[in-house]
């Protein structure tokens, strides 16, 4: 019996150690900034087309700028084509970005329309997307695409 009365102690700091290294492990990710947090937005949407390359898009073009309908990327994987906005922001995305793509795909003829960020989406938005059927790309789908452009520019450094 005496043996049982550390359990609960021993319970209680084992969460306490757990619940520490979440807090550090979840704030860790959340500082850190990856460089496409530095560009200005014109750069940035330069590095999403460099990512959409390295992921397997071709006749891949950024759009001259005003006058774009939202559209800051033109680009085809599959045969299917895309109107791409891409949205470097310190904050998450709401809708706008959602509707002004939604306009963009139309303008363009593209199948498909997409809003990449390096932040996050605004639950609004994340509703308005599903219903407009826009693809979100959020920053770790970005994270996920460097990892494909890393591994082909290795590749290329081998051959």
């Keep these: 019996m005496r043996g ?3 359990t609960v102690p021993l319970l209680a700091i084992g969460c306490g150690v757990l619940i520490l ?9 959340h500082t ?3 460089p496409m947090d530095e560009l200005e937005g014109h750069e940035f949407e330069s590095y999403c087309a460099d990512l959409l ?3 397997d898009f071709q006749d891949v073009r950024i759009t001259k700028g005003s006058g774009d ?3 800051d990327i033109l680009a085809v994987k599959d045969g299917i084509s895309y109107a791409v906005q ?3 922001y310190d904050k998450p995305v709401g809708v706008f970005a959602v509707q002004q793509i939604y306009a963009g795909r139309d303008y363009y003829g593209c199948m498909v329309g997409a809003v ?5 989406f605004t639950p609004a938005a994340k509703d308005c997307a599903k219903k407009l059927r826009i693809l979100l790309w959020d920053r770790s789908k970005i994270e996920e695409m460097q990892q494909w452009q890393e591994r082909a520019f290795s590749h290329r450094k081998k051959s």
Excluded: D, E, I, P
């Design 53 to 55: 390359q390295a992921s």
């Design 4 to 6: 049982a009365s550390f």
């Design 69 to 71: 309908f939202g559209t």
């Design 116 to 120: 990449m960020t390096n932040q996050t």
């Design 21 to 29: 290294l979440f807090h550090f492990v979840w704030k860790y990710f």
């Design 86 to 88: 891409c949205k470097r």
């Design 32 to 34: 850190h900034s990856l």
